[in-house]
Each structure stands twice: as C-alpha cells, then as structure tokens.
C-alpha cells in the first residue's frame, strides 16, 4: 500500500537548467496537488490536477513553471530555466476526491537546490 | 476568503507534561480544519480533521483537538508529550463555502525537552 511517491528526493541545478519533479499519487486517487515550501514559511499552494486536466493553477508563476498529470504515469512539475530562487522543497499530495473533506497525502518531497 | 494563522512560531515543553499548539483560522462559511506534522527531511503526515459533528477530535499518536466555533479555534492537543513529538506542525483550514483548495498556515515547532 505505497504512499504519495516523489522523484527524485534531491535536484541539484545550475541557473538557467530545467528541472523536472515527478509525483506517483496513492493508489487510486486521481486528485493531485503541488506546494512548495520555502525556509521559514508554510505550505504554498502552486497547481491542482486531475488525470489529463489543469484544475486550478492559481498559485503557480506564469512564467517558466508548468505541470501535468498525464493519463498515463506521474504527475510533473516543470521548471525552465531555474533560478536561484527557485530553490525549495516541493511536495506533492493526492487525494481520493476533491480536497474538501477529503485528506490530502503527502508525499516525502523533492528538495531542489539551484546553484 | 479564508486564512488560518499559528500565533506561536515555537513551543517548548517538557517530557510528559501537556502540550498546546495554537490554530486560528478565518472563514466565511463553515470550516473544514485539518492537522499535519512534518519531521525533518519528511512530507506532511495526517493526524487529524474536523469536519461536522464533536468538537473534540481525536487523531494519531495521541492528539486530539478541539473544535471552538465562537473562539474561531482548533488547537492540538496533547496530554503527555514525547521526546519523539519533537516536529513541526501545520493547521490548514478550507472554507465550505468557498476554495477547495486548504491553506496552511506557516506552521508551528515544538521542541519537547526529555
């Protein structure tokens, strides 16, 4: 019964790199949800999917920041031609339904370092 | 619109004593109120939710929180805390009525001392 998988743990990128951030939701949930974590803040919300469909990408920056969640395989987050301050950790959660009453779960998170 | 605010950036408190982390929040409609703790290095593990119904909630590893409408309030609870409590711990609040999409707040340390 895996939970929320995220690839890989660790990105280490040079400035002006792509970087790219897999999430494998739990078994069964097609709900799908991307935060990034800055030192010191909480949880900021960036993009929600489901299989095939941008749901709600109010939080993701407009420029260079692009995610998916394909019929087939993980969901990804994109990042072009990264900065520095694009360096976080981003986590990935899922649900079985819409993330009213439903938890979300989390999984261990991608922790991006751009140089 | 709905936001959620932890007051308390850290909490300290001894091996086996009670522990109290603080939770507000703000919503137009009702709320759906959730609790996570995060370890180092770690994603954001559930440990409880108040949905409808008690006010007083009970999750994982001994938690428990209490619902206040009139106080607009959620904080977790502990009766006796552990060394291996030692994380940190996020509130995140979702309006009924409104985003389905949870806001977390900044989250809270607790640092229980053996």
């Known amino acids: 019964n895996a939970g929320v998988m995220q690839n890989p743990r660790h990105l280490v990128r040079r400035r002006g790199q792509e970087a790219r951030l897999r999430c494998s939701p739990m078994?069964?949930?097609?709900?799908v949800y991307w935060y990034r974590q800055l030192p010191e803040e909480g949880l900021k919300f960036m993009v929600y999917?489901?299989?095939?469909?941008?749901?709600?990408e109010s939080g993701m920056p407009k420029e260079r920041f692009s995610a998916e969640f394909p019929k087939e395989g993980p969901s990804i987050l994109r990042i072009q031609q990264v900065v520095r301050g694009d360096s976080a950790a981003y986590f990935c959660?899922?649900?079985?339904?819409?993330?009213?009453?439903?938890?979300?779960?989390f999984g261990p998170g991608t922790r991006l370092l751009v140089l | 619109a709905q936001s959620v605010a932890q007051p308390e950036d850290q909490v300290n408190v001894a091996e086996g004593n009670p522990l109290t982390v603080k939770c507000t929040y703000s919503?137009?409609?009702?709320?759906?109120l959730f609790w996570y703790v995060q370890y180092p290095n770690r994603g954001l593990q559930f440990l409880l939710k108040?949905?409808?119904?008690?006010?007083l909630v009970k999750g994982s590893y001994g938690f428990e929180a209490e619902f206040n409408k009139s106080q607009t309030s959620f904080h977790l609870k502990k009766p006796s805390a552990l060394v291996s409590d030692s994380a940190l711990y996020f509130c995140?609040?979702?309006?009924?009525?409104?985003?389905?999409?949870?806001?977390f707040g900044r989250g809270t340390s607790l640092i229980v001392h053996p």
């Open positions: 078994k069964g949930h097609s709900h």
């Open positions: 995140a609040v979702r309006d009924n009525g409104g985003s389905y999409i949870p806001t």
């Open positions: 919503v137009s409609g009702n709320p759906y």
């Open positions: 108040y949905i409808t119904g008690d006010n």
């Open positions: 959660a899922s649900s079985l339904g819409l993330a009213g009453e439903e938890t979300q779960y």
């Open positions: 999917l489901q299989k095939e469909n941008i749901i709600d």
